[in-house]
């Protein structure tokens, strides 16, 4: 990688690296010609320590890779959710995880990082050595500083492990909003559980959206009372959630319903509320109302939100070991961050996704400011729209905290100018 990136600096050459390329933003993991992409794929590596406590995870493995690696010790990491998911990108930037509420961000729980820097060197930052102000920024920093080649991740045991999704009935709005809700407000109280919910709608397919969530339990038992409102109040006309010998074995029962979307065109937007069960309403109301008039007519539209919780447990945890540059307040309570996806499959209707996308953030923010205090500028990197403001959106002057030790390690911008996808905190 030294090598490659000193021939494109020689020559001026723009790139792009593509680790799993599952970022949906043009030139992310991708560059027109003449660019060239560098695919990670041969950086395969996966290395357990001695002890078991740690594993080195090259930037070519997907969280599939990882996980079946990992099935027979017993062990898991925390990482992605899915298991198509590249390593690279959901890492640097920030990464929620299934464990992310007791353990935080995904980055957290990351001990070094193995990098390529602007000028050809290669090195390892940790939060203890000369690289330690590049190890901050890199926990959810994006890729404006280096190459990452490889990552050293803690273990955690998981001999069992409860995870799957519960499908609910197209009328149970409100109690699944009130379920969210619920969850926003306790869902510290066991640190073992996680949800996703999801709303999706698939116009062309169905006259009402579908009602869903992903639970998870870091055990062996699919009733913590922590999930009494998505597996018992809430009854599911469908169910998935089973105690699982491992996340290897999740991540292949639920990759196989996502590769059904290959091929098509996808956007993400992202907006932050801090928990507030009106706010819930709004977003909910606004973003299917809106699909009605706006895009329900676009072919093999598919729009859906999802409500994931970032409690104060998750925050408070994750400034452990240096900290990291979003360093989201964790005295304000849980956090909901709200990911608007669209699915869509002509090139000729992108204008228009794009477009309703920016008008949905737009409206949702002008409704919830109404509110008083329930919207923050923090910004999930890996939910956020190009257009987004993502590292205006950190805490305090770490935009450029970021900005000084991106001119440290790449002062001639390489990984600004030369690999332009992404967001560069330079442009911030």
């Not at 792009?16 to 599952?22: E, F, L, M, P, Q």
């Not at 794009?354 to 409704?367: E, I, M, P, Y």
């Not at 403001?389 to 950190?394: E, L, M, R």
Request: a negative charge; charged letters at 15%.
């Amino acid at each position: 990688m030294s090598n490659i990136l000193g021939t494109f600096n020689d020559t001026n050459t723009q790139f792009a690296i593509r680790g799993g390329g599952h970022m949906t933003i043009a030139n992310a993991a991708n560059i027109n010609a003449p660019g060239v992409l560098v695919a990670t794929s041969g950086l395969s590596n996966l290395v357990l320590s001695d002890d078991q406590s740690t594993i080195k995870v090259g930037a070519g493995n997907t969280w599939s890779d990882v996980y079946r690696f990992l099935e027979p010790y017993k062990l898991a990491v925390v990482g992605g959710r899915a298991g198509l998911v590249g390593v690279p990108g959901f890492l640097l930037g920030g990464g929620i995880s299934f464990f992310s509420n007791e353990y935080g961000w995904a980055s957290a729980n990351v001990i070094q990082y193995d990098c390529v820097l602007g000028n050809g060197d290669i090195i390892s930052a940790t939060t203890s050595n000369e690289y330690s102000d590049l190890f901050w920024a890199l926990r959810g920093g994006g890729n404006s500083f280096a190459i990452v080649t490889g990552f050293h991740l803690k273990t955690l045991s998981l001999p069992e492990v409860a995870v799957g999704e519960n499908q609910y009935s197209s009328n149970s709005s409100a109690q699944f909003l009130d379920s969210i809700y619920s969850f926003a407000l306790d869902g510290s109280s066991d640190t073992h559980v996680g949800i996703e919910p999801r709303v999706q709608w698939i116009p062309s397919l169905y006259p009402d959206p579908s009602y869903y969530s992903i639970l998870f339990n870091n055990g062996n038992t699919t009733t913590p009372p922590a999930l009494i409102n998505f597996t018992q109040t809430m009854e599911p006309i469908s169910s998935s959630f089973i105690v699982r010998p491992s996340m290897y074995n999740w991540t292949q029962f639920a990759d196989s319903s996502r590769s059904q979307l290959s091929g098509l065109r996808s956007a993400f937007h992202v907006v932050t509320i801090k928990a507030n069960r009106q706010a819930l309403d709004i977003v909910h109301d606004v973003f299917l109302d809106m699909m009605k008039t706006q895009i329900s007519g676009v072919t093999n539209v598919i729009g859906s939100l999802a409500f994931v919780p970032v409690t104060e447990h998750f925050l408070s945890v994750s400034t452990a070991n240096g900290g990291d540059p979003m360093d989201v307040d964790a005295t304000q309570g849980t956090y909901i961050l709200v990911e608007e996806t669209v699915v869509w499959s002509e090139a000729s209707d992108d204008a228009k996704i794009d477009q309703f996308l920016a008008d949905f953030d737009t409206n949702v923010t002008s409704q919830i400011n109404a509110l008083g205090d329930v919207m923050s500028p923090f910004l999930y990197l890996n939910y956020a729209g190009a257009d987004q403001p993502v590292f205006q959106g950190y805490a305090g002057d770490n935009l450029q905290k970021m900005k000084d030790i991106r001119a440290r390690y790449d002062p001639d911008l390489i990984f600004t100018n030369l690999m332009p996808g992404g967001w560069k905190v330079e442009a911030a």
